[in-house]
T-cell receptor
Framework: EPEVTQTPSHQVTQMGQEVILRCVPI?????FYWYRQILGQKVEFLVS????????KSEIFDDQFSVERPDGSNFTLKIRSTKLEDSAMYFC????????????FGQGTRLTVV | GENVEQHPSTLSVQEGDSAVIKCTYS??????FPWYKQELGKRPQLIID?????GEKKDQRIAVTLNKTAKHFSLHITETQPEDSAVYFC???????????FGKGTRLHILP
């Protein structure tokens, strides 16, 4: 069964450093998302991406965040200058069609900022 | 924007009994309501979903109901088993918008 894959599974970084989280969505999917989950809390929407541009972003997704689809398979989330409060599990998801179709989640990248 | 409220935050039921988790949503434009199960350290996994043109949906031991007028939807798990222990999230999505808004989750404990 096809699945969304994310790398790395765990990333430890120093405060102020840049990190790039990588995702390979399911190949025929058109819509891509990043969510984050702070430990013990709910899953929060960060950004959606379609047709090589951001469709929507939440208030969490400020100027330190960016997304990119550098080639036909990868979808990346960059955090420019990490803060302690960026520590969370980051989930990538993809879906075939917008709004009403199942989103498939990757296994997540646990980001720890020290 | 959409806001999803979920309760209870924690639920303990005896194995074999039923569990019910309830959610409300704020935006009447929401038309897709998935439920996710998340085991410790794992990804959210879709267990069932319902669209706004349907009032109830069942899949083996799991059922969801939707009351559009009241903006309520619920998850029912019957004959609970130890492997049902997990955190369950309800969520809502709008047709014209593509993000999923999650509730805060319910930690379900199945007691032996």
């Amino acid at each position: 069964e096809p699945e969304v894959t994310q790398t790395p599974s765990h990333q430890v970084t120093q405060m102020g450093q840049e990190v790039i989280l990588r995702c390979v969505p399911i190949s025929n999917h058109l819509y891509f998302y990043w969510y984050r989950q702070i430990l013990g809390q709910k899953v929060e929407f960060l950004v959606s991406f379609y047709n090589n541009e951001i469709s929507e972003k939440s208030e969490i997704f400020d100027d330190q965040f960016s997304v990119e689809r550098p080639d036909g398979s990868n979808f990346t989330l960059k955090i420019r200058s990490t803060k302690l409060e960026d520590s969370a599990m980051y989930f990538c998801a993809s879906s075939v069609a917008m709004g009403g179709t199942e989103a498939f989640f990757g296994q997540g990248t646990r980001l720890t900022v020290v | 924007g959409e806001n999803v409220e979920q309760h209870p935050s924690t639920l303990s039921v005896q194995e074999g009994d039923s569990a019910v988790i309830k959610c409300t949503y704020s935006d009447s434009a929401s038309n897709y309501f998935p439920w996710y199960k998340q085991e410790l350290g794992k990804r959210p996994q879709l267990i069932i979903d319902i669209r706004s043109n349907v009032g109830e949906k069942k899949d083996q031991r799991i059922a969801v109901t939707l009351n559009k007028t009241a903006k309520h939807f619920s998850l029912h798990i019957t004959e609970t088993q130890p492997e049902d222990s997990a955190v369950y999230f309800c969520a809502a999505s709008m047709g014209r918008d593509d993000k999923i808004i999650f509730g805060k989750g319910t930690r379900l404990h199945i007691l032996p």
